[in-house]
């Protein structure tokens, strides 16, 4: 026959280990506060467009300029201003800006179906998500004296847009560097709503 032990302490200690075991098997299924990631900035948003327009849709010494804060400034989803970038390159007058801002209900009149339709923006098929397009890439009057491209995409809670335009002539920009430019801006925004 066995002897147990009943030893007071003996059953303490093993509780007391037991208690540590759990707690460490716990704690490595869980993240800390120091371990969440930091919130996007700005430039998570805007530098990739910025590397499109340098190897993609190349404008020469295209520069980009924040205009809501810096480079490093938060994009939360409570920010009303949201992200504006313009990416400016002046002897060559071809200039683009890109916005960030949070969804708003698709019933308000500010929100993308009221934009979309108010803008004539149509449908870009072919890509992963739904995104709108404005082609008027060519002049086609003397009235209409800049060549613009726009594009519009949503992935809740943000609708992101990037508009390209020429200022004095037909945008010289093909097929293949929209569809680019909307995958680019479908991606961003995503990896920003994540």
Request: proline share 5%.
């Amino acid at each position: 026959m066995t002897r147990r032990h009943t030893d007071p302490h003996r059953a303490r200690r093993l509780l007391g280990v037991s208690m540590l075991i759990v707690a460490a098997a716990t704690a490595c299924g869980t993240t800390s506060g120091t371990n969440t990631p930091a919130a996007h900035t700005q430039k998570d948003f805007c530098v990739p467009l910025l590397d499109y327009f340098r190897t993609t849709f190349p404008i020469d010494g295209v520069t980009l300029t924040y205009t809501r804060g810096t480079a490093d400034t938060a994009i939360t989803q409570d920010a009303d201003g949201g992200v504006a970038c313009v990416f400016s390159q002046p002897a060559k007058h071809i200039t683009a800006n890109a916005s960030l801002r949070r969804t708003k209900s698709d019933e308000d009149h500010s929100g993308l179906p009221a934009y979309v339709k108010e803008m004539n923006l149509v449908p870009l098929p072919g890509h992963s998500k739904e995104i709108w397009i404005s082609d008027a890439r060519a002049k086609q009057s003397s009235i209409h004296t800049k060549g613009v491209v726009e594009l519009a995409t949503r992935s809740d809670p943000w609708v992101s847009g990037i508009t390209i335009v020429n200022e004095t002539d037909t945008l010289a920009i093909t097929d293949a560097q929209i569809a680019t430019a909307a995958d680019l801006l479908i991606t961003t925004t995503q990896d920003i709503s994540h």
